[in-house]
């Protein structure tokens, strides 16, 4: 009760505190926002008081009492968000297509994995790009991006090098890096997203009416990070029990599922995740749960019967990351996305705490939001915001590394 209290306090003061604790967003860009998209909100002043779903119930005082409720919250975001996926298939085989020990002049050894996966009469396979430092005495720890961007990004042979997956500068750090393509897994496309893993399991129903509670595209690219897991578990040179999960926006979304449905992963990164992500759904703030539906492929059928009823979701945002405890999840924003709701994102780190607290975790203060440049470390929580656009940048793969420093060194 004291929590659900609390909540219903803070957000009748909100707007009026949030005027003076950390960071703002920019004026002209608002006003911008509210002549481009009408439609949204953009001021915090106007988000309105809302109540948010308890995580905790009566009772729960310790992390054995949590397990039960926990399988009730994992539960409900299948039926009512990300759809139930499935285990593995009958059979799953890796093959090392490509291992070369003299990659990024030396420092590095590629290897390019063929995961298979057979079920029924049915197969599919889908390639993980993973890179480990040489410069190693002991399994190192990974940063797997599921990545749903161009695969030029994540090149292997390093002709061409992104910041979006600034793989030497993870290597001199003294990590590993890996990477999936979220295409390969479920095509991010409303008439095509069926065609590959979720079409191994279901077969030529997988092109018919579905159920409204079956999983989708989101869920599927969380499904292949799992598939890597098993994967990393059989390559020495891993520390499959330091793997962090990464993914950017539609990628960061399906990274937070991925930690809720597979506990092995020991770090959850979602950067720039927003609506459907990290960011609380009742805020209604910048891109709602309507807007993100617009991608029927994303989530499961049921997320579209709370278009503009929000406040009758029987979950938000703030319970996804509640489901990662007591593992490290880190959120991040970018100050100019303001599509992706940067302060929803923060609060729903923030309303974790309760569920934290069952491991001793230290609090997260709802009204201190950081100001860019500022990291927020709280047990094994973090967050910061970015100057900048919708994107993951070198100074955010920094972070997540200081991050993972602290974690696991």
């Given amino acids: 009760m004291r929590t659900l209290l609390f909540i219903m306090i803070f957000f009748n003061v909100q707007n009026l505190s949030a005027q003076e604790h950390g960071w703002q967003a920019n004026p002209e860009l608002v006003e911008q926002l509210e002549k481009d998209r009408p439609a949204n909100l953009w001021r915090e002043s106007e ?4 109540q948010l779903p308890r995580i905790l119930t009566d009772g729960i005082n310790n992390p054995e009492e949590w397990k039960h409720r926990r399988s009730e919250i994992l539960n409900q975001f299948r039926t009512y968000m990300y759809g139930h996926r499935p285990g593995p298939p009958e059979q799953l085989t890796f093959e090392v297509t490509e291992e070369d020990p003299e990659a990024m002049g030396g420092n590095a050894t590629l290897y390019r994995i063929t995961i298979q996966s057979n079920h029924e009469d049915r197969s599919h396979q889908f390639e993980v790009i993973l890179f480990l430092p040489n410069k190693r005495q002991k399994p190192v720890p990974v940063f797997l991006l599921i990545n749903n961007r161009d695969a030029e990004n994540t090149d292997p042979t390093r002709q061409n090098k992104s910041g979006f997956w600034p ?11 890996a990477a999936i393509q979220n295409g390969d897994l479920a095509p991010d496309d409303e008439d095509q997203y069926y065609k590959s893993i979720i079409r191994l399991f279901e077969g030529e129903a997988a092109a018919e009416d ?36 990464i993914g950017h926006s539609r990628g960061g979304k399906a990274s937070l599922w991925a930690g809720a449905e597979d506990e092995r992963f020991a770090l959850v990164i979602s950067n720039n995740s927003g609506s459907g992500g990290a960011a609380l759904s009742r805020r209604k703030f910048g891109e709602t749960v309507r807007d993100v539906n617009r991608f029927g492929h994303w989530f499961a059928s049921n997320f ?9 979701l029987p979950i938000d945002q703030h319970m996804l990351i509640s489901l990662i405890a007591p593992r490290a999840v880190y959120v991040a924003s970018a100050d100019r996305d303001l599509w992706a709701d940067p302060r929803g994102e923060f609060l729903s780190l923030a309303f974790a705490n309760p569920v934290f607290a069952l491991w001793n975790q230290p609090p997260i203060n709802a009204l201190e939001m950081p100001s860019p440049g500022q990291q ?23 972070r997540y590394m200081d991050f993972a420093d602290r974690l696991w060194r």
């Fill in 210 to 245: 579905r159920n409204r509670d079956d999983w989708m595209a989101l869920a599927a690219w969380g499904w292949g990070a799992s598939r890597v897991m098993d994967y990393f578990e059989t390559n020495p040179g891993v520390d499959n029990s330091k793997v962090a999960v």
């Fill in 47 to 50: 988000v309105r008081s809302f």
């Fill in 304 to 312: 579209e019967d709370f278009n503009d009823r929000e406040e009758e």
């Fill in 376 to 398: 927020l470390i709280a047990g094994t929580r973090g967050y910061h915001i970015r100057s900048g656009e919708h994107n993951l940048t070198p100074g955010d793969w920094s």
């Fill in 167 to 177: 793989a030497e500068e993870v290597i001199e750090r003294g990590y590993g890096l």
